[in-house]
């Protein structure tokens, strides 16, 4: 029998390294769910996702150490498995896969893309000086970098609302103050290389032939320095009211800033009729403060909103839920049939509305006896609530209070059950000043003196 045919055969198939061959099976296994048995992007989870996974076939890559147009690394597609991408359903893989098994996915990745076996890109050099926070400052004026980020940084530039992507899906400038969404990393040297080289299908294009490289160095280390990094609150779960003699007078009462401030990660609510199971809330943190005169009680919250309370659409509200029965927390929800709740809603049209319920689909109104003001300045609103501490719910120095936050973005299809909202914490009083700590200290004292007076008496006795 001629063993010719089989030479023909063996020569039409492609060169497939072993390393690829290796990767195909974990991709098929873990992979081709979002990004297809092609590596085209459309896999049979992939629709509705935002953004929707990468199409490998046309070699456009946003996360990358190359300059424009260039493929990126073995190196940079190995760090975006290993990592994943903050803020999209692309997760990390490290701890999951052995690093083998994951160099051998990138292998496989790369034979969806020609370039990758023809092509050899540069890696763009870093600089290694200083960079200048303040020259970079004035590199984000001139080169007109708010009209996308806003002049804070936090998106919500004039244009940003007319922004796609490559695709045609609504591109959203990135809110600069939140660098831990950054799905390239947020140091000096990645921010560098995104303005360097670009973003692959987005807007933000590259800037190695209109700045010089000190221009970009300073300018990412303009872009690291808004970043607010999540404070040591950011794995708390207590919210605690200040006390003070008389209550702030409006939002910009110096008596806030004596407040604590707990930073309140969100997440989208996808469990009653979510619009996508991959939606993402606009708002992804709250910050709250809380301060009490022993007989009202009020609390400030902000969230970053780069549309605005004038776009087009459902307006947008915040709401702050609390649990009625001691001893637990309800059900996230509305809570349950065993733990009420009452909910305090504010709304961008200037309403305010109070209900209870006992679950979902439970909801009964009530008249409001909270009053809220709210305002929308350089990309984030500030709201404040406020009640007397009488009633439901108590209200205490010796009381933990179940509490949630949520908040809806109109500008983003957020009405009713679609909204951003939180865990629960707690909310607790800051008791008054007392004497006690200074009987104490004085009880303290007084022993001290008495004690050395015994050891000076027994040292002066004759021997």
């Known amino acids: ?56 076939t046309r070699g456009e890559y946003k996360i990358r150490s190359t300059g424009a147009g260039e ?47 023809s092509e050899e890109p540069e890696t763009i050099a870093t600089p290694t000086g200083a960079g200048s926070v303040e020259r970079g400052k004035e590199v984000f004026a001139r080169a007109r970098c708010f009209t996308c980020h806003g002049r804070e940084g936090r998106g919500d530039g004039g244009i ?3 922004l796609f992507y490559q695709w045609g899906l609504p591109f959203q400038a990135r809110d600069l103050t939140r660098g831990w969404t950054f799905k390239g990393g947020h140091d000096p040297v990645e921010i560098y290389r995104r303005i360097t080289g670009g973003l692959a299908g987005t807007p933000m294009g590259p800037y190695a032939e209109i ?43 110096s008596t806030w800033d004596e407040a604590r401030t707990t930073h309140v990660p969100l997440a989208g609510q996808i469990v009653l009729a979510p619009p996508s199971r991959w939606f993402i809330p606009t708002a992804g943190t709250v910050w709250v403060r809380a301060l009490h005169d022993d007989r009202t009680i009020a609390f400030r919250i902000e969230w970053d909103d780069p549309t605005g309370p004038d776009f087009p659409g459902a307006p947008d509200s915040a709401l702050i839920q609390f649990a009625l029965a001691r001893g637990g927390r309800p059900y996230f ?25 006992a679950g979902p689909g439970t909801v009964e109104m009530a008249a409001p006896r909270f009053e809220a003001a709210g305002r929308w300045r350089d990309g984030r609103w500030q709201v404040e609530f406020r009640r007397e501490m009488d ?21 983003n299809g957020e009405t009713g059950d679609v909204r951003a909202l939180s865990t629960w914490l707690y909310v607790t009083l800051e008791p008054p000043p007392s004497a006690r700590p200074w009987l104490s200290g004085a009880a303290h004292g007084l022993g001290a003196v008495l004690v050395l007076a015994w050891l000076l008496r027994i040292l002066r006795r004759p021997r």
């Open 1 to 56: 029998m001629s063993r010719r045919p089989w030479l023909f055969l063996a020569a039409a198939l492609p060169l497939v390294p072993a390393a690829a061959q290796d990767g195909k099976a974990i991709y098929e296994l873990r992979c081709v769910w979002c990004h297809g048995e092609k590596g085209d992007g459309n896999g049979p989870s992939a629709e509705g996702m935002f953004p929707r996974p990468r199409d490998f």
């Open 71 to 117: 493929r990126p690394t073995a190196e940079d597609l190995f760090r975006t498995v290993s990592r994943g991408l903050p803020n999209t359903p692309m997760p990390g893989w490290e701890g999951i896969l052995g690093e083998s098994e994951r160099r051998a996915v990138v292998e496989y990745v790369m034979t969806f893309d020609p370039r990758f076996a």
């Open 211 to 253: 700045l010089s490289d000190e221009e970009r160095w300073d300018l990412a280390h303009y872009v690291a320095s808004l970043d607010e990094e999540p404070s040591e609150t950011a794995q708390d779960f207590l919210v605690l009211a200040h006390r003070v003699e008389e209550l702030p007078a409006d939002l910009d009462g």
């Open 160 to 162: 940003t609302t007319t």
């Open 391 to 411: 009633g439901e719910p108590p209200f205490g120095t010796a009381e933990f209070v179940p509490v949630l936050f949520s908040t809806r973005d109109g500008a």
């Open 333 to 357: 929800l509305l809570g349950d049939e065993d733990n009420p709740v009452l909910v305090w809603q504010w709304s961008a049209s200037g309403e305010t509305e109070e209900w209870r319920a």
